[in-house]
Each structure stands twice: as C-alpha cells, then as structure tokens.
C-alpha cells in the first residue's frame, strides 16, 4: 500500500472542490477548457483500487485482496458469461465489447470504472448516507500522460484522449484471452478506453474504464510508481452534505445517473432519508 499524502489535497467546499477538480482543464492547443483526466469517486479514503478481479480473493488482516485467484479464474468466468448471455451476438463480438458487457453488468473483470466528470466522481463521494461521518476520496488520473508510457504499436491507433473499442481492436483482435492480448502487445502501463453507449447510465455518468496488463496488479500500485500522473482530493466529512445538496441542486442525482425506476428509487430514498444536525453545518 502507498502513502500518497504528497499526492492528497484537501476539499474545504464546494466551490473548493470546483476550483481544485477542474485545475489543469485548459488546453492551449485547442484553446479550450478540455480537461484530459478521469475521475474516480469513492464514500471511503481507501488507499487501494482493486478491480472486481482482485477483489475475488480472500483479504488478509491488512485488508489486502489475495489476487492470484481472480487472476486464475478470469478466463473461464469471462467464458461463461459469455456461453450464457441472452444475447448470443456477443461470442461474435470483439474481447474489449465483451469485457465492457461484463464489467456494466456487474461480472468480475479487470476493468476499473472511471468517469470524465468530476461531478459525477462528487456524486459517488457523497451518495452513501450511512457515510456521512467518513471523509471521501476522488482519484483523478491524467490519461494523457498515462498514455504516453504506451508503445507505438498502441498509441499509432490512438485518436483521442482515450481509444475507442474499434481502435483497441485493430491494435489487438481475435484474442479470447486477456492475457494474450498484452503478451503480443507489450506494455506495462494503463489503457483508457471508452465502453460502448449500452445504456443510459454509461452515457449520463460520462464513463471511461482502465485496464492494466497484469490482472493482479492494482491501480494504485500502478500508481505508487507514477507520481507526477495523478491527485487524490479528500472530502472531509464535514462538507460532504453542503457538496450533496448542491450536486442534487444541480441534477446530478441517481434520477439522471441510473435512469430507470431503480435509479428513481435510489434519488427518493436517499433525498428523504432525514441527516442528524451534526452531520451538516449551515454557512
């Protein structure tokens, strides 16, 4: 585990968080405000980020994940995902559309979940009410720079910040094995990669994933060794409703994020679950 302290800065408000979140986003090639990062928000200050692959494995007292497991099943839960798919169209798909099937529904892959916004990574801080008197976190990565660590053989196909699903294709295809697919492909560092538009919550949380070569490498074990790429912003919990209530007072809200009755249920539950007075402090 990292100490990432140096890395860690502190969210005082929501114009704070505005000012800090957005920092860098100008882009004096285009001569616009394009910020190139992804955002990752969680309700706890974990030092980790393990995928849902690693965290197959039985944790040790520290909390840490044993990931060789998920690293020895992956092919055959990705396998069987896809031989009992409703949707029979997917054996014929690429391995990036079907381990962007995978992770969206909630099958253990070696994807993590990234958004573009730094509003949508506010909300996922912030949505947990029985996180109230924790601080939060959000991870923000900058793809360009962890893009430039990639080989030409990558980075050729490259058109944008991120790749796209066809561009990863044509770099690496006709592989049913993850594994295969950086083996033949050296490389050592993070894809970003954007999933196709399945749904409405892809689209409205503004979604990105990251994959690494190694299944049973961490994120931030990654990171540990690429400082100057990422900040982490801590959200104390002593602001975590001001920034709630204003981010519902903007409409970014499981309504919009989760579209669909769950969604509509998620927003209802939380926006009337009733807060102790110690939990939010007026101006």
């Not at 994807?111 to 601080?135: C, Q």
């Not at 299944?215 to 919990?237: E, G, M, S, V």
Request: no cysteine.
């Amino acid at each position: 585990m990292g100490d990432f302290q140096e890395q860690t800065v502190e969210i005082y408000s929501w114009e704070d968080a505005q000012d800090k979140l957005f920092k860098g986003a100008w882009q004096s090639n285009l001569n616009r405000y394009r910020p190139s990062h992804a955002f990752r928000g969680l309700s706890e200050e974990y030092d980790t980020l393990p995928t849902s692959l690693i965290r197959l494995g039985q944790q040790n007292s520290d909390g840490i994940f044993d990931a060789s497991h998920g690293a020895d099943v992956e092919s055959d839960i990705l396998r069987n995902f896809i031989k009992y798919a409703e949707d029979r169209s997917l054996s014929d798909k690429s391995i990036w559309h079907q381990l962007s099937v995978a992770q969206h529904y909630g099958l253990p892959t070696r994807i993590l979940d990234w958004t573009y916004s730094p509003l949508v990574a506010l909300h996922f801080a912030t949505e947990n009410m029985s996180k109230l008197d924790e601080d939060g976190l959000i991870w923000r990565v900058d793809i360009d720079e962890a893009h430039a660590l990639l080989n030409d053989t990558w980075t050729k196909e490259k058109s944008g910040h991120v790749f796209t699903i066809d561009e990863l294709t044509e770099v690496a295809s006709n592989f049913d094995d993850p594994n295969a697919i950086f083996e033949q492909n050296e490389t050592d560092g993070p894809l970003f990669f954007e999933p196709p538009s399945l749904d409405g919550r892809i689209v409205n949380q503004f979604a990105l994933f990251s994959v690494l070569p190694d299944p049973t490498q961490r994120f931030d074990q990654w990171l540990a060794d690429h400082r100057n790429i990422f900040k982490r912003y801590r959200i104390p919990a002593s602001v975590k409703m001001e920034i709630r209530d204003k981010l519902d007072a903007s409409n970014i809200t499981e309504r919009v994020l989760f579209p669909g009755l769950d969604g509509l249920a998620e927003w209802l539950q939380r926006y009337y679950t009733p807060i102790r007075e110690t939990e939010t402090q007026p101006p």
